[in-house]
């Protein structure tokens, strides 16, 4: 068993080595962040490519960035189990799916001739993810991937692990192993995220969405709208909030993934889960649309 405490007369030891590499990261980035937990992120993103004077601006503006510690420990908390995906197939849902179908009928109609993609399929979708784009989230997902990128530092770590309600906690050993995994999965996510809003000129401390970081009507995560995001609408922007360029990309990305016409239910089944590794979830869209297509 691997224990994590640490013994008291610990607090009071600080290597050499790790002031010297703090001292490192304020001479080449230049200045620390306002929250020091994000000074060698930062630096990492430097690295990796990101301009300078553009993290500072991010990092250190009028909206510096936090940490999303309330957020960040529903990574290690959530439980689908939860979840209620059968209350989207009350008469009262599918009723308002119908006259979002009828709302955006143009639009539906055009991707479902490019691409092949069902209305109804793409409506469930809407339905299930943001409520047809009336709930979006209220996380900022800037605060949620810079916390969970920066989350293997040995403070940080335990901040989040003091958030997670003692009754739906994991174990430790499992939480230190997911973190790692988390970490690494959360730094690519907000690559992605600044590559798109410093693309699309927009304000990266701006955007909100759920915990998990996913973004817009059809709550794509960073990485996938890189891949698969769409300008719907011909304005020269990817705007997720934008229900033409959400109805679009999500036409686009189940295309990408073998969606077709005729296809069998098996099918579908496998085309959806890429989209939510969840039965339930996957299961709830293709009722959905069959009720929708009825």
């Known amino acids: ?14 290597p050499l080595g790790v002031i010297f590499s703090l001292l490192l990261i304020g001479i080449v980035f230049g200045t620390e962040t306002q929250n020091a937990h994000f000074n060698s992120l930062v630096q990492k993103l ?7 004077d553009q993290l500072k601006t991010i990092y250190n503006g009028e909206q510096p960035v936090d940490l999303a510690l309330e957020s960040v420990a529903l990574f290690f908390s959530h439980s689908e189990s939860r979840l209620n995906y059968d209350q989207f197939l009350s008469r009262s ?10 709302t955006h009928t143009e639009t539906l109609s055009r991707v479902e001739k490019e691409y092949g993609v069902k209305k109804s399929i793409i409506t469930a979708i809407t339905l299930v993810e943001t409520r047809l784009g009336t709930y979006l989230g209220g996380s900022s997902i800037l605060n949620t991937f810079s916390t969970l990128s920066a989350i293997e530092s040995p403070e940080l770590k335990e901040m989040v692990w003091n958030k997670i309600p003692p009754s739906r906690r994991i174990d430790r050993e499992t939480f230190e192993l997911k973190v790692s995994t988390k970490s690494k ?31 817009g009507i059809s709550q794509f995560m960073p990485t996938s709208i890189i891949s698969y995001g769409k300008d719907g609408n ?10 033409t360029d959400a109805i679009t990309s999500i036409a686009n990305y189940l295309k990408h993934f073998g969606w077709r016409p005729g296809i069998s239910d098996q099918e579908a089944f496998t085309v959806l889960f890429n989209y939510n590794r969840s039965k339930y979830y996957v299961n709830t869209l293709l009722k959905i649309a069959k009720e929708l297509d009825s």
């Open 1 to 14: 068993m691997i224990s994590f405490n640490t013994p008291h007369a610990s607090r009071y030891l600080f």
């Open 93 to 102: 849902e599918l009723e308002k799916a119908r006259e979002y179908m009828a």
């Open 46 to 52: 430097v690295q990796d490519g990101f301009k300078e």
């Open 185 to 215: 999965w959360a730094y690519k996510e907000l690559q992605a995220y600044l590559t798109y809003s410093l693309r699309e000129g927009l304000t990266p401390s701006s955007i909100k969405g759920s915990y998990a970081g996913a973004i």
């Open 234 to 243: 011909n304005d020269g922007r990817i705007d997720l909030f934008d229900h």
